[in-house]
């Protein structure tokens, strides 16, 4: 494991690895706190995405190392028209491991084509992103106790929502795990999720177009926001923001162990009202992110010294 | 006009029906100076119909491009008048500047250098994957 650019590079017992150091970070944050003395990351984001940066950041600084990098394009090299394979070759010779977020899919692969250090894909478009998966996998984890016989719902944008294709791939080599799709036509999950994961495992699975329907089945919740900047009609933007939004009276129904997930930003589809509810497991989502991407610093750096 | 012998070249037996002209061009024959011979919709047992090509030199062929556009083609080395390897040819595991991807998001389609580079991921369905974004080939060769 030299570098992580698709979840799916990490099998099962990979994963099992990573959740165990994270609950053991969350237990004992002292003993890990001098773990990246002296290392550097690399934070290289060639489109804005805070969120994803500050939690490298902060996973980094809690190691007890340092972070160097560039927040958007026009301050990196790239604006001058350095390729990724250039640049991933010159930030090998400053940090011991690389962070990195493009636009155009597939630039981290070339990254660690090239690199010489560690290469985390940090989100290329609408590709990978393969720590947001591992945060939904740690959060299923502590919430869950494991990832065997779980309804899993996912509902909104199931056709471009690069985070439920990942969880689904993820999700799909346990045992027992049923999936909900529960999307409106236009959004509905890509045929080849269908056709390339869950039919040849035999994975069972409902489509749906209403959340009340089956919300009393579910064990996780995993709601998605309708991006707008996939869309070329603003009226049909409109229309499929509004068609599930997941409010207090919806959760009536629901299991009361329910864990309801969202990869945020959220814009409307989940009330704010719902924050309260103790089954609204999405602001830990980001904390139990931060945890998974220290258990995976401390892992690839663990590996690259060998 | 008659066919004559090859004393050194190629035979490209097995080609699907229709497909000699896309194996010539493709192979860029028509910028070599050696003889070249197609022979279309031969009568054959095992496939009814199939083209042939004959190339009367010995020149280099790439085997992967051959293989991805056609995986049943047949290859026949001849020297001095003899037959000294047959090669079936199957699918490659990777295709390297024979497709683009076609896909506007993917890192290729802005950075010029990089090689366009497919791996098979199906084989029984011949789906090949760009190996950037894993954006499927279109099944034209391009």
Redesign the interface.
């Known amino acids: 494991m030299k570098s992580i650019i698709d979840i799916m590079e990490l099998s099962t017992a990979e994963i099992d690895e990573l959740v165990s150091t994270a609950l053991d970070i969350i237990d004992n944050p002292a003993k890990y706190s001098e773990k990246c003395r002296g290392k550097k990351l690399a934070t290289l984001f060639f489109e804005p995405s805070t969120r994803t940066r500050l939690s490298f950041e902060a996973a980094m600084y809690e190691l007890g190392g340092n972070v160097i990098g560039f927040s958007e394009a026009s301050s990196s090299s790239a604006s001058k028209g350095e390729s990724v394979a250039d640049t991933a070759r010159v930030v090998s010779c400053y940090a011991d491991i690389i962070a990195m977020r493009h636009p155009k899919e597939g630039a981290p692969y070339v990254a660690s084509l090239n690199a010489t250090v560690p290469v985390i894909n940090a989100g290329d478009g609408g590709h990978n992103h393969p720590t947001q998966t591992l945060a939904d996998l740690l959060t299923i984890h502590k919430e869950k106790g494991g990832f065997e016989n779980l309804t899993v719902g996912l509902c909104g944008d199931l056709k471009f929502g690069r985070t439920v294709h990942s969880l689904i791939a993820a999700m799909s080599r346990y045992s027992g795990v049923k999936f909900v799709l529960i999307s409106p036509d236009e959004l509905k999950i890509p045929e080849y999720i269908k056709t390339d994961i869950l039919d040849p495992k035999g994975i069972e699975y409902v489509e749906s177009a209403s959340l009340e329907a089956v919300m009393p089945e579910l064990d996780i919740l995993y709601m998605t926001r309708v991006q707008g900047e996939r869309f070329f009609n603003e009226a049909d933007y409109i229309r499929l923001r509004d068609t599930y939004i997941l409010s207090t009276e919806k959760l009536a129904v629901a299991k009361k162990d329910l864990c309801i997930m969202h990869p945020l930003p959220r814009v409307n589809e989940i009330s704010v009202g719902v924050d309260a509810d103790p089954r609204a497991c999405y602001f830990k989502q980001v904390l139990y992110g931060k945890y998974m991407r220290m258990a995976l610093i401390l892992k690839l750096l663990e590996e690259a010294g060998k | 006009m008659i066919i004559g012998q090859i004393k050194d070249g190629i035979v490209l037996d097995h080609i699907t029906a229709g497909r000699c002209m896309d194996i010539y061009n493709i192979l860029k024959l028509g910028e070599m100076s050696c003889t070249v011979a197609m022979i279309k919709n031969a009568d054959s047992v095992k496939m009814g119909k199939k083209d042939i090509i004959k190339i009367f030199e010995s020149i280099e062929i790439d085997l992967e491009v051959l293989g991805y556009i056609d995986p049943g083609i047949t290859v026949n080395i001849i020297r001095d008048g003899e037959l000294v390897k047959r090669k079936k040819l199957s699918l490659p595991e990777e295709v390297t500047g024979v497709i683009k991807c076609k896909?506007p998001?993917?890192?290729?389609?802005?950075?010029q250098?990089?090689p366009h580079k497919f791996r098979l991921t199906d084989a029984e369905n011949k789906v090949y994957r760009?190996?950037?974004?894993?954006?499927k080939a279109s099944s034209s060769h391009e």
């Open positions: 896909n998001r993917c890192i290729t389609s802005v950075e250098e990089l760009c190996i950037y974004c894993e954006s």
